[in-house]
């Protein structure tokens, strides 16, 4: 990074905060400090929906994902387009009609108080806990690769977060957003160009697919029934409508995103924009990895990525194993290089046994080069046995400080900046919010004047953003953080979901019998996770379905629902 | 708890939201979902051949 990349990021990251604060400026009351002013139409909607989801790991990981397991991980997003029809449909026009600030006050409008505040629990507990997350994720990568200190990046992130978010409120998040997002599509577009080019340098696009296909890159669906495979169309469908109907319908930190909109055609058409262009997003980050591993392929890259961890382990190296294998590794390229260039003359040529012979060459020289590096990252691990042993988040940053040029390059960290500022900003938001109007405004002091709870709601702001760089801060401490906080996710989700379904569909329940049943669901759920050894992803449904069936159990047990609370529903 | 989703039953005013989507060619948001769900087919159509031809 030289001074030029400095001046792109700061000025790109620091405009936009500054504007996402002159932009809301002396808002005051509660609805349009935590809804906006009721003006938000249907791009800034979807926009901001779209950058709430995608965070920073988003744009760092998913290319290393693509390098790694080819374009498969696309199928987890094939549900998102069922899922946000069902929400347009069921959940937004409810949410809208009762006018709501967050979607646990339905939970209120529709059960009872007491159901509503375990919704919010949930919803902050999970999500409370998660939100070191978004911060600690990206500043790990980046200041490793640059070189910063750990804890300056995420102080200094978390910060410029806080403040536009306490001074602005949700339409500060919605119009940063929206230009966060053009940041970072702006970014991604010029690193697939600068790759094309660089790539086009060595063989042609066609060919590059070639090569990608043939390492089994480009195996977009898979219509597989097999359970064992983690990514087929059948698990990306169903799974992933369920997690994206958790998620979008009753994740406060994007139902504050659309809630907001001036219409409800506004509104749903944000989800809709969401629908059409959530596959093609994620299909081009991912083809970009599938792309990058190409051009590894012509240009040596490192053994290993994080060649932080590596420098550090090569201190360590006493006895020359590291070096060695750098040497084994560099040689085993060239020769891969060399039958891959034979493959691809083969495959042009006319003789079909030669394609194969020389295909079948070049895997078998790509097998033996990965082995080497699976060596290198075992020598790793025994050198420095705090070192991750996984560099996959590492594989496009590298890319982009080696080959990006100067502006470029700050241009790429914005993006990454970005997007960490963009999904921080709308989970504090939601925080905020859920702590003032749930528990604060529901619990504490009932009727004050709307100032007092804008004001509260920014202190609430504040304090979810301290909790959140103090996580991230201490988040190192804590073995496999991320799939720690996935793992919490799965736990909650699946009851959270099946209070709205309840809530949504099935009439004669009421809020005692959805309340016990959510209580003892979730308590199953944390006795199955001790007990089965299933993968985590699963508890998002057996929560779902046994919250559910509980609930029409105890429905039955007491009866058809009182009048008391039938009025104490609407209250 | 007499609540049905698809009745403006609860104790708030309904609000005259707006039915038409002022799209030219999707009129009504039945056939803007169709759009979607006839888009998100011709992704995977797209993304079946992708994998086919370069397999």
């Given at each position: 990074m ?27 009351d509660?609805?349009?400090y ?82 509503r ?63 966060q ?63 994206a ?151 496009f ?27 921080k900003?709308a ?44 996580f ?9 953080l ?49 007990v ?40 | ?5 698809h ?49």
């Amino acid at each position: 990074m030289n001074l030029l990349d400095y001046l792109v990021l700061l000025g790109t990251i620091l405009s936009i905060a500054v504007y996402g604060v002159w932009r809301t400026r002396g808002r005051r009351d509660l609805n349009t400090y935590l809804k906006g002013v009721g003006d938000t139409n249907w791009p800034v909607i979807g926009l901001s929906v779209m950058a709430t989801q995608a965070s920073a790991i988003t744009f760092l990981s998913t290319p290393g994902q693509g390098y790694e397991d080819g374009l498969g991980f696309v199928q987890n997003y094939f549900g998102a387009p069922f899922a946000l029809i069902i929400i347009s449909v069921f959940f937004l026009p409810i949410y809208r009609r009762l006018k709501v600030y967050t979607a646990y006050e339905f939970l209120g409008q529709r059960f009872d108080t007491k159901t509503r505040l375990l919704g919010a629990a949930l919803f902050l507990l999970q999500r409370g806990l998660g939100a070191g997350i978004t911060i600690y994720a990206p500043a790990i990568v980046l200041s490793t690769v640059m070189n910063w200190r750990l804890d300056a990046t995420i102080i200094c992130s978390g910060l410029v977060v806080i403040a536009y978010t306490v001074a602005g409120g949700s339409d500060a998040v919605s119009h940063t957003q929206k230009y966060q997002l053009g940041v970072i599509f702006a970014g991604m577009a010029a690193a697939f160009v600068v790759l094309l080019v660089r790539l086009q340098s060595q063989i042609t696009l066609p060919d590059a697919f070639v090569v990608a296909g043939g390492f089994n890159k480009l195996e977009a669906v898979d219509f597989s029934l097999n359970p064992d495979k983690r990514y087929t169309f059948w698990s990306g469908l169903l799974g992933g409508m369920f997690l994206a109907l958790s998620y979008f319908g009753t994740d406060q930190s994007q139902v504050q995103r659309y809630i907001s909109g001036a219409s409800l055609r506004e509104s749903r058409l944000g989800l809709m924009f969401n629908g059409v262009c959530k596959i093609p997003m994620q299909f081009f980050i991912l083809l970009l990895g599938a792309l990058l591993f190409v051009f590894y392929q012509f240009d040596k890259p490192p053994v290993f990525f994080n060649e932080t961890a590596w420098k550090a382990a090569l201190a360590q190296d006493s006895d020359g194993q590291l070096r060695s294998l750098e040497k084994k590794f560099d040689a085993s390229h060239i020769e891969k290089e060399a039958a891959i260039r034979r493959w691809l003359e083969a495959k042009h040529g006319t003789n079909p046994e030669l394609e194969v012979k020389t295909r079948a060459a070049a895997l078998v020289a790509h097998k033996r080069s990965e082995d080497i590096r699976a060596e290198a990252k075992k020598a790793l691990q025994k050198a420095t046995p705090d070192a991750k042993a996984s560099d996959s988040d590492y594989v496009f940053i590298t890319f982009i400080l080696r080959h990006l040029p100067h502006g470029l390059i700050g241009l790429l960290i914005a993006v990454f900046f970005s997007s960490t500022l963009a999904s921080k900003a709308a989970e504090l938001n939601a925080l905020g919010s859920t702590t003032t109007v749930d528990l604060y405004r529901h619990l504490v002091k009932r009727d004050a004047e709307d100032a007092h709870y804008v004001k509260a709601s920014r202190y609430f702001t504040i304090f979810w953003g301290l909790v959140a760089i103090g996580f991230a801060l201490f988040a190192n401490m804590v073995e496999n953080l991320i799939e720690a906080v996935n793992i919490l996710g799965s736990i909650f989700y699946g009851v959270v979901l099946a209070m709205f379904l309840v809530a949504f569909f099935v009439r004669r329940i009421g809020g005692t019998a959805i309340f016990w049943a959510a209580i003892v669901a979730q308590l199953l759920v944390f006795v199955l996770y001790n007990v089965l050894k299933i993968s985590y992803l699963w508890y998002n449904i057996i929560g779902c379905a046994m919250c559910m069936v509980i609930a029409l159990i105890f429905q039955a047990m007491l009866g058809q629902n009182s009048p008391k609370e039938e009025s104490d529903s609407l209250r | 708890m007499n609540f049905d989703p698809h009745s403006p039953k609860v104790d708030v005013p309904p609000t005259p939201e707006d039915d038409g989507t002022s799209l030219p060619l999707l009129p009504t948001w039945s056939s803007v979902y169709r759009f979607v769900v006839i888009v998100f087919l011709i992704y995977v159509l797209l993304l079946t051949i992708l994998s086919r031809v370069f397999a």
